[in-house]
């Protein structure tokens, strides 16, 4: 009469042991937490959607208890199985989806497997970010006065050169509200947080320089003056190293394809057409 009881805890404990103390023999992996329709759960399929369900929802649920991942389970198994039942293996779609899938496993495993075979060490980080620092750009801290039209833009500048103070000028005429009442100061930038030709033109200025014509960007035609400029701070190593690792491998997996492109036969057989997609224009900051 103490068997039924026995083989119960036993089964709650294998059920409610922590992952985190999973140990990881073969055994216990292939120990079954489950059956359905005969078919078994094992411990090594709780611990494997245990890690990829905390993955995905990282931010949301710490640590579900386990009878609720057991409970998904089941229900996956008999979805699964019933699919299975509806002959869905051999519909044309899914067999189309599993090559799809099977494609970019493929592909995502022989970029991980390069990558491995390549790895990158700290030294080598450390030499990518000594390289960037001594490359650092220029922050400036630059004025300027915005008008609508290159008439005006000329106007202002007419009035600049018979020596009228950039700044009083700026407060008067500047469609920038912002920088106008400040006499056009932007404070310190850099080519990141302004448009492509204000960023041509300021980089081309030295302290105390002032442009020498009006500069046409999206938003209408700008005057500049660089009050001051210096090299940008550098962020600490530790701060920009996974950063830099993803850059570099992005690097090698280029070279990677470079290489097999170059042992390769490619025909292109056929010209396709132009994209027909909307091109989007990023909205200015």
């Known amino acids: 009469m103490f068997k039924p009881i026995i083989t119960t805890c036993v089964l709650s404990a ?3 042991i922590p992952t985190a103390h999973a140990v990881d023999s073969a ?5 079954a937490v489950a059956t359905v329709n005969g078919h078994p759960i094992t411990q090594q399929d709780f611990d494997d959607y245990l890690k990829s369900r905390s993955t995905q929802t990282e931010n949301q649920e710490a640590s579900p208890k386990p009878e609720l991942i057991i409970s998904e389970l089941i229900n ?3 979805i699964k199985q019933d699919s299975i039942k509806q002959g869905i293996e051999q519909n044309l779609t899914f067999i189309k989806k599993l090559g799809e899938i099977r494609n970019e496993l493929l592909m995502s495993l022989a970029l991980q497997n390069y990558l491995e075979q390549h790895p990158l060490d700290e030294a080598v980080l450390k030499r990518e970010y000594d390289l960037r620092i001594t490359e650092a750009p220029n922050e400036y801290k630059v004025s300027h006065i915005l008008v609508n039209t290159e008439e005006a833009a000329k106007a202002v500048q007419s009035e600049l050169e018979a020596g009228k103070d950039f700044g009083d000028l700026a407060k008067a005429k500047s469609l920038d509200s912002e920088s106008a009442k400040n006499g056009g100061d932007l404070g310190w930038v850099n080519r990141q947080k302004v448009v492509t030709e204000f960023a041509d033109a300021m980089e081309k200025m030295k302290k105390g320089e ?3 014509a009006p500069i046409k960007t999206q938003f209408g035609w700008h005057l500049l003056q660089v009050q001051d400029l210096r090299k940008m701070a550098a962020p600490a190593f530790e701060q920009v190293k996974d950063r830099l690792k993803s850059v570099l491998q992005s690097q090698q997996m280029q070279e990677y394809i470079n290489g097999l492109k170059k042992e390769a036969k490619i025909e ?15 909205k200015p900051d």
């Open 268 to 282: 292109v057989l056929k010209t396709m057409p132009a994209s027909t997609a909307p091109t989007v224009t990023p």
């Open 76 to 78: 996956r198994e008999l």
């Open 14 to 16: 294998v059920l409610f």
């Open 27 to 31: 055994a216990n992996a292939t120990q």
């Open 210 to 212: 002032r442009s020498t």
